[in-house]
């Protein structure tokens, strides 16, 4: 179907092409010295290439709409020179359509005689209309001034903090010539239509805009096309409230609340105005500083840190200050605790204990202060220490102990042994003397020895006395084996095996 419109439109359009244009289909009857080209792609409001100078003379015009030059959907343009508007050169008749489906895959060739002036030329093709624009033509010969003018725009006007323009926007045009020298300036805004520039444009309607200007020598050099473009807002109430600004300290204190070795501090600024342009800051009486990263400082002494925040209105808030005093980091402690055991208790003539003896453990660290201090009695686990250990089972004992300070370090251990003999008193004249600890006829396989008044693990547990029920049987167990861990007759796992027979007894159910 493309195919088909393509070849339609242009046996429509070659045939109102003069003989002063040679199609590509023909070889040129004039051998041109100037050669111009325009070229067009998928696009349908502007020429992708196009020529904007040129001198009077043959010239052969290269018109190219392919695949080469970046048409994939084979849509059809054509280069066609005005004939009718005011102000142009209407003595080139071109009207060209060109498809990269055509017999010669999009491009063509037309030989033409330009005299000085301008001409426009535009694309033919419904819907196509914004493809417009135009070739100055000056006198040929040489050594004449065949360099354009130099154009620019600047944009003037108050801003907010997006960028934008607050109610209006001034764009100011400036040419230069350094050859025949600027004849005229143009200007137009939003592709309405160029017209001469005689003072700085303002701009008020809200939106979107684009300011495109061209200027021209005296030579008839015409520059490209240049642009600004920019956004109008509504403008909002005068801002006259300062920011609000804040910071934040941070970093390791010790108990007077100085900072230890270092101390961060991080500055932030709201404003719910115009919005916050900058953040200053002054540290010790130094010139104040434009704020972009958190602040370190290191230096041991006290310190002050003044600071402030600007908005894009101009307002700036009082100046705000926070002191804080830096001190040197402590040496890294590397020093263990020091650990001590001091056994108390009646003895006999021969040293041994009488009924029990008690182990009190201090442990002192003067760096980073203890941690924790554990013991073990015998073979039984590391257990915390939290007072004095009392040991009444009958018997030779040594009670390891040990202390670990804040920064970690752990003291060698260490030991006391000391023997436990009986008071002479017995506390349980019908002793149950089986050598393990047994419950309803389980045997825990746990040694069943004397606590240290006649008494043994089985007596304590009398498990052949009256209880209510079955549960204030077992926590009797739990309280009684708790007591003999405490004073080191039991450890934890013993205990558990003990607890858990109570349990799967029928004892008080």
Not at 77 to 83: A, I, Q, S, V
């Amino acid at each position: 179907m493309t195919r088909r419109l393509t070849a339609a439109l242009a046996a429509l359009l070659l045939t109102v092409i003069p003989w002063t244009a040679t199609p590509a289909s023909a070889a040129p009857r004039v051998a041109a010295d100037q050669v111009l080209t325009w070229t067009a792609d998928d696009n349908i409001t502007r020429y992708k290439s196009a020529p904007t100078s040129a001198v009077a003379g043959a010239t052969t015009i290269i018109w190219e709409n392919s695949a080469a030059t970046g048409n994939t959907t084979g849509m059809p343009h054509t280069l066609t020179f005005d004939t009718s508007t005011e102000g142009y050169n209407h003595d080139v008749t071109l009207n060209i359509l060109a498809s990269p489906f055509d017999a010669n895959d999009g491009r063509h060739q037309a030989t033409v005689n330009l005299t000085p002036g301008r001409y426009r030329y535009f694309c033919s093709i419904p819907g196509h209309s914004q493809m417009v624009g135009e070739l100055v033509v000056t006198e040929g010969g040489g050594g004449g001034d065949t360099t354009p003018p130099t154009v620019a725009g600047t944009v003037a006007g108050e801003r907010d903090q997006d960028g934008n323009y607050l109610g209006a926007a001034t764009v100011t045009v400036t040419a230069t010539d350094a050859d025949s020298g600027v004849d005229t300036v143009e200007y137009q805004v939003d592709d309405t239509s160029f017209q001469p520039y005689t003072q700085p444009v303002q701009v008020t309607a809200i939106g979107d805009h684009s300011v495109q200007f061209r200027a021209t020598d005296q030579a008839g050099n015409t520059s490209a096309v240049g642009s600004v473009s920019f956004r109008i807002v509504e403008p909002g109430e005068e801002d006259t409230t300062a920011p609000v600004a804040t910071a934040t300290l941070a970093g390791d204190r010790d108990g007077d609340g100085n900072y230890i070795g270092t101390v961060t501090a991080t500055l932030a600024a709201t404003d719910t105005g115009s919005g916050v342009a900058t953040i200053e800051y002054s540290l010790d009486g130094a010139a104040f500083t434009a704020y972009t990263n958190p602040i370190v400082v290191t230096a041991a002494g006290m310190h002050m840190l003044h600071y402030r925040a600007t908005d894009v209105a101009g307002n700036t808030s009082a100046e705000q200050m926070e002191h804080f005093t830096v001190v040197p980091p402590a040496a890294e402690d590397t020093t263990p605790p020091a650990v001590s055991a001091t056994v108390t208790g009646e003895r006999d003539s021969a040293g041994a204990y009488v009924g029990g003896a008690t182990v009190t453990v201090t442990a002192t660290d003067d760096d980073s202060g203890v941690a924790s201090v554990e013991y073990a009695v015998d073979g039984g686990g590391w257990t915390a220490y939290a007072g004095p250990v009392s040991v009444r089972t009958v018997g030779a004992h040594t009670l390891r102990y040990r202390a670990t300070d804040t920064a970690g370090n752990a003291s060698t251990e260490q030991s006391t042994t000391f023997t436990v003999v009986a008071d002479g008193t017995d506390g349980c004249a019908d002793s149950d003397t089986r050598a393990t600890v047994i419950i309803d006829g389980d045997d825990t396989g746990v040694a069943n020895v004397d606590t240290g008044d006649g008494c043994t693990i089985n007596d304590l547990i009398d498990e052949h006395a009256d209880y209510p029920g079955h549960a204030d049987f077992v926590r009797h167990v739990e309280a009684v084996t708790a007591a003999l861990v405490t004073d080191g007759t039991l450890n934890r796992r013993q205990q558990g095996t003990i607890v858990r027979a109570a349990a799967r007894s029928d004892v008080g159910a």
